[in-house]
């Protein structure tokens, strides 16, 4: 049972253009929110995270948006760069109640950013 | 600060031999997780271990797999009797564990093949 979902397997864009990936969940206690990039034959990256008392997050040309009553969020690129080409992870994370959080993936997208 | 250390990067196995993977945290991180990348896969959480105590197992396989997070030393994913079908990108990742920022690092992975 798949609890983060990313529906969309690839992305294509053209450079200069915005990107938007799209995650969904499904289990209510998701409080946190983070976006991974993953360059082939290296470990995922961190990129971007979102609590869930926040609805948009920014950093430079990336933005989180989280829609809490759609169970929805997503990560904008703007202006995407052909180095953007990557696979991006979805991952949240459940409020415990106490310090062992766990993150739970979705299956990624893969980007291409084509110049 | 070095990051999260894993080795070997690769590592080849004949069938039915032990596979040992390795995984330093991060300086200061007292949580490690492991999680594994099939071919065309997603990454799928296997276990997250604090020093000397497994919290959370529920994606390690019931048999032959083990994982271990001593008081001193790395963390150690053990592999016994490997099988074709374990060859993969196993990735190390690591956090403070605390309950406002989930965030973990990875390490560049360990990437078995079993022939």
């Known amino acids: 049972d798949q609890q983060v979902k990313q529906n969309s397997p690839s992305l294509s864009v053209q450079e200069g253009r915005i990107s938007i990936l799209n995650c969904d969940y499904t289990?209510?206690?998701?409080?946190?929110f983070l976006w991974y990039k993953k360059y082939p034959a290296e470990g995922p990256t961190f990129l971007i995270s979102?609590?869930?008392i926040k609805d948009k997050n920014e950093d430079g040309r990336f933005t989180v948006f989280l829609n809490k009553s759609a169970k929805h969020l997503s990560l904008h690129i703007v202006p995407s760069q052909p180095g953007d080409s990557a696979v991006y992870f979805c991952?949240?994370?459940?409020?415990?109640?106490?310090?062992?959080?766990?993150?739970?993936w979705g299956l990624g997208t893969s980007l291409a950013v084509n110049p | 600060n070095a990051g999260v250390m894993q080795n070997p990067r690769h590592l080849v196995r004949r069938r039915g031999q032990e596979a040992r993977l390795r995984c330093s945290p991060m300086k200061g991180h007292s949580h490690v997780y492991w999680y594994r990348q099939l071919p065309e896969e997603g990454l799928k959480f296997m276990v997250y271990?604090?020093?000397?105590?497994?919290?959370?197992e529920s994606g390690m396989p019931k048999e032959r797999f083990s994982a271990e997070f001593p008081k001193e030393g790395p963390s150690i994913l053990r592999i016994q009797q490997v099988v074709r079908g374990d060859s993969a990108a196993y990735f190390c990742a690591s956090s403070q564990g605390l309950s406002n920022d989930p965030k973990a690092f990875f390490g560049q992975g360990t990437r078995l093949t079993v022939v």
């Open positions: 289990n209510s206690m998701f409080d946190y």
């Open positions: 271990l604090q020093k000397e105590n497994i919290i959370d």
């Open positions: 979102i609590s869930s």
């Open positions: 991952a949240a994370s459940p409020d415990n109640a106490g310090n062992n959080r766990k993150l739970i």
